[in-house]
Every structure is written in structure tokens, then in C-alpha cells.
């Protein structure tokens, strides 16, 4: 079985060329950035309040002055630290916040998860002391001057 010339060039035809690929995948994957985007600008709101709440519960201080959110504590080596966010009206500005605030919002996030596993450790090594005591008999208590 041969293939003819004309069935050659159709299958060429058909075929993409490796930039052809690229240049389609570059733009499904801007495609996609944009869904991405316009998601986020969508939750950003929710994401805010969620992580401000969060930040109340960690014993956080958070200053509200025209918009404007500044949430400040410290981290585990005592350092002060503040994180400030901006909610734009999204009528007046098509999107709730800029590139600092999100970035702002990403470094919250991570010093959140930091502050709730270290207060997850903290109840762990706090319970498994209290478990050890427990397990003590008196004299072992007076032994080790409990």
C-alpha cells in the first residue's frame, strides 16, 4: 500500500508545525491566566475577611482607616511585622486590589500558616507533657520535685 502524493500532502497539510503547537499553547495557557484573574478578583473580598478573621484569632492587631487594612503582630523571633491591603470598590476601580495587595495578601497567608502550626506544636508538646505527668506515680512526682 502506497501513499500517493496528493494523501502526502494532505497528512502535511494536517500536521502542525512545533511553533504552531507553542503559539497555541502559550495563548490557551493566557486564556486560562485570564479566567484565573478574573476568578481571584471575584474572591478576593471573601479571601480578605477570611484571612482577617484569621489574623483576629492569632491575637493580631487590624486597623481599618478609608479602605485601607493593616494587620500587624509579630513573628517568632519577636519582629514586628504589618501586611497592608487596599478594597477598591470594585465599581469605581474593575478590580479589588493591586499587585502590592496581593502580594501582601500571599505573605499574610504564609505567616498565618506559620503562626497556626506553631500553635498547633505548642497544644501538641502541651498535651504530651501533661500526658507524661499524668503517667507519674507519686513517688516519681517527688522524685522529680513535682
Same mark, same amino acid.
Given at each position: 500500500?502506497?501513499?500517493?502524493?496528493?494523501?502526502?500532502?494532505?497528512?502535511?497539510?494536517?500536521?502542525?508545525?512545533?511553533?504552531?503547537?507553542?503559539?497555541?499553547? $502559550?495563548?490557551?495557557?493566557?486564556?486560562?491566566?485570564?479566567? &484565573?484573574?478574573?476568578?481571584?478578583?471575584?474572591?478576593?473580598?471573601?479571601?480578605?475577611?477570611?484571612?482577617?478573621?484569621?489574623?483576629t484569632?492569632?491575637?493580631?492587631?487590624?486597623?481599618?482607616?478609608?479602605?485601607?487594612?493593616?494587620v500587624?503582630?509579630?513573628?517568632?523571633?519577636? &519582629?514586628?511585622?504589618?501586611?497592608?491591603?487596599?478594597?477598591?470598590? $470594585?465599581?469605581?476601580?474593575d478590580?479589588?486590589?493591586?499587585?502590592? &495587595?496581593?502580594?501582601?495578601?500571599?505573605?499574610?497567608e504564609?505567616?498565618?500558616?506559620?503562626?497556626?502550626?506553631?500553635?498547633?506544636?505548642?497544644?501538641?508538646?502541651?498535651?504530651?507533657?501533661?500526658?507524661?505527668?499524668?503517667k507519674?506515680?507519686?513517688? &516519681?512526682?517527688? $522524685?522529680?520535685?513535682?
Amino acid at each position: 500500500m502506497s501513499i500517493t502524493s496528493q494523501e502526502l500532502a494532505e497528512q502535511q497539510r494536517k500536521r502542525k508545525t512545533a511553533q504552531q503547537r507553542r503559539e497555541e499553547e $502559550a495563548a490557551r495557557k493566557e486564556a486560562q491566566r485570564q479566567l &484565573d484573574e478574573i476568578e481571584a478578583r471575584k474572591l478576593w473580598p471573601a479571601r480578605l475577611m477570611c484571612n482577617l478573621e484569621r489574623a483576629t484569632k492569632l491575637a493580631m492587631d487590624i486597623e481599618v482607616v478609608n479602605l485601607q487594612f493593616e494587620v500587624s503582630g509579630y513573628t517568632r523571633w519577636n &519582629d514586628r511585622i504589618t501586611f497592608s491591603f487596599t478594597l477598591n470598590p $470594585a465599581h469605581q476601580y474593575d478590580q479589588y486590589y493591586t499587585e502590592g &495587595d496581593w502580594e501582601a495578601m500571599e505573605a499574610l497567608e504564609r505567616h498565618l500558616n506559620d503562626l497556626e502550626e506553631t500553635k498547633r506544636e505548642e497544644e501538641r508538646k502541651r498535651v504530651a507533657k501533661e500526658t507524661a505527668l499524668a503517667k507519674l506515680t507519686p513517688a &516519681d512526682r517527688e $522524685a522529680l520535685g513535682i
